[in-house]
């Protein structure tokens, strides 16, 4: 799409890199950029960037979870996503979950974990642990499951664990294997965002799926339209978000099938 316009795209990512989050540096990054699209990993950036961004007066796309303080976003529904994950495991007779996430102050963990304790509210249940992890390393999410184990005893250990991303639901499984637990038969797991390690892991690994092809498709359609009407003109056929669902990939790590009787 954005071959259409006479836009050249220049991918920059923190990373947790004090140099790219100094906000001097990378306004001279950007001294010549015509638009900015921010897909906003770590909520802690939000406000800073997106403020940072109107006051250099550069139209600003986000994309989350959440509707930010732009003109212009793309809206994925994590929340859904988390939800549909709790009730597949509800749905195959999962009845002990777990919840593996993020920082107690990032918004989409927040989101996912949201999504998880309607599903189980629903059915008159609530999570048996949670656990937030300092980041979403798998080292983490394989402390969090052995504390998680800890807290709850052998006996009362989770049948099921939803890990916010891929990251934390590698960590988890590899606890549960190393501890001699069977995946899924004894504790089933489900991650986010279906990254392709997803496919590599033994059993493979369930996952929430993100829409990239479209978020990706529908920010250069963004774009190209910003261009065709002006720089600086507003973005008549985009005045409210544009929200894209996620969808669940049942894999061998939760499937029916493999469900406990």
Not at 228 to 247: D, E, H, R
Request: aromatic share 6%; charged share 20%; hydrophobic share 40%.
């Amino acid at each position: 799409e954005l071959n259409k316009s006479s836009f050249i795209p220049l991918l920059i990512t923190t990373d947790g890199n004090p140099v790219l989050e100094d906000m001097e540096k990378l306004s001279l990054m950007l001294s010549h950029a015509d638009a900015a699209v921010l897909y906003l990993l770590d909520n802690r950036l939000n406000a800073r960037l997106i403020s940072f961004f109107k006051e250099l007066s550069l139209p600003c796309l986000v994309i989350s979870q959440r509707p930010e303080e732009t003109e212009y976003a793309i809206i994925v529904k994590e929340t859904e996503g988390a939800y549909s994950a709790a009730r597949h495991l509800i749905e195959t007779g999962r009845q002990r979950i777990g919840f593996i996430g993020g920082p107690k102050d990032d918004l989409m963990t927040l989101d996912k974990y949201l999504g998880v304790l309607q599903a189980l509210e629903e059915e008159g249940l609530v999570p048996v642990s949670v656990m937030h992890c300092p980041s979403f390393s798998p080292e983490e999410a394989y402390m969090a499951a052995a504390k998680m184990r800890e807290q709850c005893g052998a006996e009362n250990f989770p049948d099921a664990l939803f890990c916010a991303n891929d990251s934390l639901s590698l960590g988890g499984l590899k606890y549960l294997v190393e501890q001699g637990y069977v995946v899924p038969q004894q504790v089933a797991i489900v991650g986010f965002d279906d990254l392709p390690l997803c496919r590599l892991s033994q059993p493979e690994l369930s996952s929430v799926a993100l829409p990239i092809a479209p978020i990706a498709y529908q920010a250069a359609a963004m774009l190209a339209s910003l261009e065709q009407q002006g720089q600086n003109g507003p973005l008549a056929s985009w005045t409210s978000p544009v929200v894209l669902p996620t969808s669940l990939v049942v894999r061998a790590s939760s499937r029916r099938d493999e469900a406990p009787s």
